[in-house]
């Protein structure tokens, strides 16, 4: 993906550069993560540091983060919080310097969404070893909490990876094509298959990896599928109507909340909950009940209104 330039904005102006959008950013992310990422950001743009490097500082500190959890002493814990908020700080500031420099690319993004898995699945090992370690009913039980841990990543994979589609999606009718980073797994694949093999090891894994992550996109969005490849045949330029633009940011902007409940904050509230009460099997019931009935409700509304969109196509409204 090439690197696109950015005029060199400065203040209010730079900030909200800086922002994805206002229709896909959380309220708690605008009001803490974005201001602080946006200082970071400024700093490493002064120091020549790279959005990679700040999101490689950002996975040793959730690694760090995961080993104070292990730990069964309320003030470790506290540091392990305030590790965790830090890392998700430099993660808000690895794409708002990215978008501010221009310095955009897929492995980028791919390392931004990596490292987020990174923290959790230590955090997910830390939390199991405390349990089998000091709660009497996974101590004697010890491969229970592991089957919970496993069964609560999955779904929490499956939960950040549709949260996530359905912001670019929203974003690619918002700001074109070059506002989001919606990509295909078709485009994906045959890229891939271009590049050569020989010193380009690095490179060809992360697209193999990525593009089977965007094709269990796909495969759990079959609606959404439909509509993409009706406005494909209709509009191969991408040249879409502005009406239609608005209309799908209509019955798209209000399940955006749903969205950014499934990312980062309101998950990490329940851990810090879960570990202030001194049980972090809280967190995993939290994933497996209230979020994945969260995603279940968010994919059905967004799937409905990309069937009723694609018949609207289909009727020639459009």
């Not at 492995?107 to 090992?125: A, K, Q, T």
């Not at 010890?142 to 929203?170: E, S, T």
């Not at 009706?230 to 330029?237: I, K, Q, W, Y």
């Amino acid at each position: 993906m090439e690197k696109k330039q950015r005029t060199n904005l400065t203040g209010s102006d730079a900030y909200r550069e800086s922002l994805k959008s206002l229709d896909t950013e959380e309220g708690i992310d605008l009001a803490f993560y974005r201001p602080i990422g946006y200082a970071w950001a400024c700093l490493a743009r002064r120091l020549g540091v790279t959005p990679n490097a700040i999101t490689i500082a950002s996975i040793f500190l959730g690694i760090g983060a995961a080993i104070a959890f292990y730990y069964p002493v309320l003030w470790i814990n506290i540091i392990g919080m305030l590790l965790l908020v830090w890392a998700n700080s430099f993660d808000s500031a690895d794409g708002q310097l990215a978008r501010l420099t221009g310095q955009y690319s897929r492995l980028g993004r791919i390392l931004d969404g990596l490292s987020g898995d990174i923290w959790f699945i230590c955090i997910y090992v830390a939390l199991c070893l405390r349990e089998n370690t000091t709660d009497p009913f996974f101590a004697s039980r010890p491969w229970l909490i592991w089957a919970i841990a496993v069964i609560a990543g999955i779904c929490h994979g499956k939960q950040a990876a549709l949260a996530d589609y359905y912001r670019q999606f929203h974003l690619y009718f918002l700001k074109g094509r070059q506002g989001s980073e919606l990509d295909t797994c078709d485009d994906l694949r045959r890229q891939m298959r271009q590049i050569p093999w020989r010193g380009n090891l690095w490179k060809k894994a992360t697209l193999y990896f990525y593009s089977n992550y965007t094709a269990n996109q796909e495969v759990t969005t079959r609606s959404m599928q439909e509509l993409r490849a009706e406005l494909h045949e209709r509009f191969p330029d991408g040249d879409i109507p502005q009406s239609f633009r608005d209309e799908f940011r209509r019955l798209s902007l209000p399940l955006m909340k749903y969205t950014n409940i499934l990312t980062f904050n309101w998950r990490t509230i329940a851990l810090f909950v879960a570990l202030f009460v001194a049980q972090p099997w809280i967190y995993f019931a939290f994933e497996l009940t209230v979020l994945n009935i969260l995603l279940v409700y968010m994919r059905s509304r967004h799937e409905s209104l990309c069937r009723r969109l694609t018949t609207d196509l289909r009727d020639g409204k459009y």
